[in-house]
């Protein structure tokens, strides 16, 4: 067999992958389907999220999206793909130093800028989170930041970027992913905003303003991540740092919405314009799983 009827063949193959149970939006249903399970009898009961009961339920709807990945990848994948997702949820050496600055200086960066942005506009600025200014005092009161910034990206990401992500490029841009990923990440959390306890319910609200923005700055930030998750050779470890150290730098350096979330649209068009619709990478492809071993 000559080399370009090997290529067809190899890429029909990763295609044939996309079939079948394993298609992307079958894994979105049914994580999404699986969480709501859990989250909606909360608000049907008139449960809060920082009682014993709603607790268990927020973190058992939590862990669903990372449960159901696991058993995606274990259904869809031989040995070889089901042997990568591991090595991508503990290998560093995916990320490399450089991106792991990138990592650590983009939520930084854009919780700084857009504080300044707002205070040039005559806004109030940036502000240290209650964390931050009650740690003096009460050092428990940085537990809420710490519990974003490590529970539910690990519990999340295992699923939206460690299987639905690349089911979803098989066959499409890495624009067109990260724009189908992140409205369905971001319809996943409509019910937060019904409970009490919750930062949803409690910090935003529903159909506010800043609820809208939070639902569009969702499908921003998928875009960030889709590039992050690309250029480190599809690590999750990488993905999950960058989703904790958003959610804790947004808990700690405080900025007005339309400022914040505005600068994450900013970012996600700059990444479109400069590294491109199709991969998000300088490379001509987006990165997929290994290919089926050969019978």
């Known amino acids: 067999m000559d080399e370009s009827a090997s290529h067809g063949?190899?890429?029909?193959?990763?295609?044939?992958?996309?079939?079948?149970?394993?298609?992307?939006?079958?894994?979105?249903?049914?994580?999404?389907?699986?969480?709501?399970?859990?989250?909606?009898?909360?608000?049907?009961?008139?449960?809060?999220f920082d009682s014993a009961i709603g607790l268990v339920l927020l973190l058992v709807g939590l862990a669903v999206p990372g449960v159901v990945g696991i058993a995606f990848v274990y259904l869809v994948y031989d040995e070889r793909g089901q042997a990568d997702f591991w090595n991508r949820v503990v290998n560093p050496r995916r990320v490399g130093l450089r991106w792991f600055v990138v990592i650590l200086l983009v939520p930084l960066g854009i919780g700084i800028l857009a504080g300044i942005a707002d205070l040039l506009l005559g806004g109030t600025?940036?502000?240290?989170?209650e964390g931050v200014t009650e740690f003096g005092v009460n050092p428990l009161a940085i537990l809420p930041a710490l519990f974003f910034a490590t529970l539910p990206p690990i519990l999340e990401e295992l699923g939206w970027r460690g299987y639905a992500l690349d089911r979803l490029q098989l066959k499409r841009s890495a624009a067109s992913a990260?724009?189908?990923?992140?409205?369905?990440w971001a319809l996943w959390h409509l019910p937060l905003f019904f409970i009490?306890?919750?930062?949803?319910?409690?910090?935003?609200?529903?159909?506010?303003?800043?609820?809208?923005l939070f639902m569009a700055g969702v499908v921003a930030l998928s875009f960030a991540f889709t590039w992050i998750y690309n250029n480190t050779e599809r690590s999750i470890l990488g993905i999950v740092v960058l989703?904790?150290?958003?959610?804790?730098?947004?808990?700690t350096i405080v900025v007005p919405d339309p400022?914040?979330?505005?600068?994450w649209f900013v970012?996600?068009?700059?990444?479109?314009?400069v590294w491109g619709a199709k991969t998000m990478t300088a490379a001509a492809e987006v990165p997929h799983p290994p290919l089926p071993s050969s019978p």
């Open 9 to 48: 063949r190899s890429q029909g193959d990763i295609e044939k992958t996309s079939d079948g149970i394993g298609r992307w939006w079958v894994y979105l249903a049914v994580a999404v389907g699986g969480t709501w399970l859990f989250w909606l009898p909360a608000i049907a009961l008139g449960l809060r």
């Open 125 to 129: 600025g940036l502000a240290w989170g």
């Open 178 to 184: 990260s724009l189908i990923l992140g409205v369905v």
């Open 196 to 212: 009490e306890g919750s930062f949803q319910h409690d910090a935003v609200g529903f159909a506010t303003t800043g609820f809208w």
């Open 243 to 251: 989703h904790g150290w958003v959610n804790f730098t947004a808990e």
């Open 259 to 263: 400022a914040y979330y505005g600068l």
């Open 267 to 273: 970012l996600a068009g700059v990444i479109v314009a």
